[in-house]
């Protein structure tokens, strides 16, 4: 076979442990998951009553255009439908963005660490990529900029970072992006902007800075992974040369409907908000309490630094039915990053913690 170059470097997307697998291996514990930022408090009740009303007709193809989809969110948004693009899932996204804009011969910019598939689809589509270590878990803005050149096409900053959960303020990224070259494409990507406590809209960027995209999803606090439903916010010309890229039936209907009933319930996205902060908050007291490190979150997660091989501590809690996310998949080989879940489940978290601290002081 004659393959790109490139593909000999890559390798496919390691996922966290599902439930099902961990059934089959360890079967005294109920298993909870917590290793992929999902909602555990599921999906709105809207989506519920959709789900069981819908009437079939999965023999024809979808809206190519989501259109319902596209004017609920442009009305909640307050933007021209014109504005966004849909896509199966913000992954997609990434990679019509790679695919439209990185080829050999261009850099694109990025932290690290940070979410793996900016720098996977950049590194198949042949293109440089120039990764700024994070300072204490934030990215690192300067070094980014004087990263920039005539070559660089795309500059990726997730906000908040995953894994860290760290947050940059409006009045940073405003300050950054003015320093940006304008024929340079800035994607925020949003994934976690719903449990963002702090202040203000990055959508009133977007008409200061028409070279910038906002990414987001129905992935996390909507609660419908598997529906994989994600979207971008930018200029109408730049989501027109996109929507080039973009495959016609990208999103299927039941994906479409069940995001289009989720963004009309806003409650429920305030609730989870609540809920997911008061939870993140006890984590904090907990880490406090027995000397761990950890970063300020503003996602429905927290990297915990154990000082110790965070492989360990994940295969610890896997033991007690506990799934998380090992650090040393994410860059932190010390870290474990967890997903804030029900309360009881957090307990049960924190619980097992405490008895793999005590364990090991024991062990010396
Ligand atoms: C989960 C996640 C995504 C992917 O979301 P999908 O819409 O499910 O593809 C994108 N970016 C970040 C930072 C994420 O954590």
Redesign the pocket.
């Known amino acids: 076979m004659k393959w790109k170059e490139q593909i000999h470097q890559l390798h496919a997307y390691q996922p966290g442990k599902s439930i099902a697998e961990v059934k089959t291996h360890h079967t005294r514990h109920s298993i909870i998951k917590l290793a ?2 999902e909602n555990p408090y599921g999906y709105s009740l809207k989506v519920d009553h959709m789900l069981k009303e819908f009437g079939g007709t999965l023999n024809i193809y979808p809206d190519g255009k989501a259109s319902k989809l596209r004017a609920e969110t442009a009305s909640l948004l307050e933007v021209d439908p014109n504005q966004l693009i849909f896509t ?5 996204l ?1 990679q019509i963005i790679s695919r439209t804009l990185i080829q050999p011969g261009k850099n694109t910019v990025m932290a690290t660490p ?2 793996s ?1 900016y720098k996977h689809n950049a590194v198949l589509d042949g293109g440089e990529v120039r990764e700024i270590p994070l300072i204490d878990g934030i990215h690192d803005l300067d070094r980014m900029l004087s990263a920039i050149d005539e070559n660089t096409t795309v500059v990726w900053v ?1 906000n908040p ?2 894994p860290t959960g760290t947050y940059i303020t409006i009045e940073k990224l405003w300050t950054f992006l003015k320093k940006v070259p304008n024929d340079v494409f800035v994607v925020l ?1 949003e ?2 902007f719903e449990y963002v406590e702090q202040p203000g809209s990055t959508i009133e960027l977007l008409e200061d800075f028409p070279n910038v995209m906002i ?1 987001r ?4 606090i909507y609660g419908l ?1 598997s529906l ?3 979207y971008g916010i930018s200029s109408v010309d730049i989501i027109q040369k996109l929507e080039a890229a973009r495959p016609p039936f990208n999103t299927n209907v039941l994906g479409q409907m069940a995001a289009a009933a989720a963004i009309s319930d806003q409650e429920f996205v305030k609730e989870c908000f609540q809920k997911n902060a008061a939870e993140r908050e006890k984590y904090y007291a907990f880490c406090l309490e027995n000397g761990l490190k950890f970063y300020l979150s503003e996602g429905n997660f927290v990297l915990i630094d154990f000082k110790w091989d965070g492989e360990e501590v994940t295969n610890f809690l896997l033991e007690k039915g506990i799934i998380v996310r090992s650090g040393k998949q994410l860059g932190f080989p010390t870290c474990v990053r967890i997903t804030i879940g029900l309360t009881e489940q957090n307990e049960r978290v924190r619980e097992a913690i405490k008895e793999f601290i005590k364990e090991r002081s024991m062990n010396g």
């Open positions: 992929s930022n199966n899932g913000t992954d997609e990434i940070t979410f598939q997730c970072n995953n990507d994934a976690y990414t999803t129905f992935s996390k992974a994989r439903v994600g």
